[in-house]
């Protein structure tokens, strides 16, 4: 009888479980509770979620399971004097359940002490890049009047706890992130807005973020939202002029727009990252190698979606590769470490390769020797005289070249800019490609 008594006691619980199973599949969209330790399950949970949600409610139900055996076990020994079978059966089941908390908690508690990573269940991060255009306040939905304290979007750091602690992220300016947790406080350094999304490719209706500091982020979103892709969006807060550097060729990817000279690129999360340059008309940007305005520098007068065929040396003293390749370490592409920005430009350029390409010296006044002007790239230390390929001229400017230094030998002027100085011969028809070793500058 008590056989058969066990045999409907359980069937009737597995019947019950597998009804309210399905009962709970049919309705998802009801409200789940949160586990023990505050996860929340609903229809926007990932799947990360979803197996932290069950791992956390399997400790509680395993521990509260294994504190009820011990506490029928205790039962057990305390009305089982006199019955030696008894109490041996209770004790093993006292050992039993508490080997089985201690490997409960054990567990967690290893694998913190361990990596208290191993107990953190996450997607990993990426970073979505080509949203490198600024956008007004309206089109954001915000004041058209909004202020900020920077003159342009610099980067933005999102913390996982309140007051810019725990675990945080950096989004720079024209990227999206997707984010392992719930950003719980920000920090946006100049005119940025940042756009908290609930699923992983920064889709649907964002929380849009404005303030520099933001210690408690839970004040614009629900406690249960799920934010799963951060995207940081430079602001066009005036009408001021900006030369704009991109990290890919073609103006794409990452951008970091510049309205003020920059000493160490370092600072904007950009050093060594240039691959493409937008120039405003009449402006010039001067990008140098080094920080500090340092090292071979390159000048842009105008937009270069391209640096990977700028030079930083003279091709004829790099050494070939294999072929006739020649290594993208001596070229400008991601170089750049400091950037000058000049205004109303209006100053000579000489450059060591054709198209106004590769390293630059700028000519602000006659130069009696181009030797005694040079730059260091390891191993070499390189003069301008009898290395410069093409020569930008302002229209109120004409030069004057010289074959010898010292403005000696053969002269030829020269009025306006010339992308190549192999077209420009003397009356011998030799043209003034690396050749000349001084110069005069005369306004017009």
Not at 193 to 215: A, F, R, W
Not at 246 to 257: E, H, I
């Amino acid at each position: 009888m008590s056989k058969l008594l066990k045999i409907v006691f359980f069937s009737l619980l597995l019947s019950l479980g597998i009804f309210g199973l399905a009962s709970g599949v049919l309705a998802l969209e009801l409200t789940w509770p949160d586990s023990p330790a505050g996860t929340f399950f609903n229809d926007k949970t990932t799947l990360t979620q979803m197996i932290k949600y069950f791992y956390e409610w399997g400790l509680t139900i395993g521990g509260l399971a294994a504190f009820l055996a011990l506490v029928y076990a205790g039962f057990l020994y305390l009305t089982s004097v006199g019955d030696p079978g008894r109490v041996k059966d209770a004790k093993d089941r006292i050992i039993a359940a508490i080997s089985g908390l201690v490997l409960l908690f054990s567990s967690v508690l290893i694998l913190n002490t361990i990596n208290p990573q191993l107990t953190t269940l996450m997607l990993p991060d990426y970073t979505i890049t080509g949203l490198g255009r600024s956008v007004s306040c309206t089109e954001l939905g915000l004041a058209a009047d909004c202020k900020y304290s920077f003159d342009e979007c610099q980067t933005a750091t999102a913390w996982s706890k309140k007051n810019l602690k725990g675990g945080k992220t950096d989004i720079l300016p024209g990227t999206a992130k997707s984010t392992a947790f719930t950003p719980k406080s920000i920090f946006i350094k100049g005119a940025c807005v940042v756009s908290l999304y609930s699923n992983s490719g920064c889709e649907g209706d964002p929380v849009n973020v404005i303030s520099s500091e933001q210690n408690d982020l839970t004040l614009f979103y629900s406690l249960k939202t799920s934010i799963r892709c951060i995207q940081n969006t430079a602001v066009d807060v005036g009408s001021k002029t900006r030369v704009v550097l991109y990290d890919d060729v073609g103006g794409k990817g990452a951008s970091l727009p510049l309205s003020s000279d920059q000493t160490n690129l370092e600072f904007r999360r950009f050093n060594d990252k240039t691959s493409a340059v937008t120039v405003p008309s009449s402006y010039a940007a001067v990008l140098y190698f080094d920080a500090n305005f340092e090292g071979p520098y390159l000048v842009k007068t105008e937009n270069d979606l391209d640096l990977t065929d700028d030079l930083i040396v003279p091709l004829d003293i790099i050494p070939k590769l294999g072929g006739a390749g020649v290594s993208p370490s001596y070229f400008w592409s991601d170089k750049a470490s400091s950037v000058e920005i000049l205004p109303n430009f209006n100053e000579v350029v000489l450059y060591i390769d054709e198209g106004f390409q590769g390293s630059s010296l700028i000519v602000k006044e006659d130069i009696a020797n181009l030797e005694e002007h040079q730059f260091s790239f390891a191993p070499w230390d390189i003069p301008f005289n009898d290395k410069v390929s093409s020569i930008y001229i302002p229209p109120d400017y004409k030069v004057i070249i010289y074959d010898d230094k010292d403005y000696n030998g053969k002269e030829k002027t020269i009025s306006s800019s010339v992308s190549g100085l192999t077209k420009i011969k003397d009356n011998t028809g030799r043209n003034w490609n690396d050749r000349f070793s001084s110069i005069k500058v005369i306004r017009r």
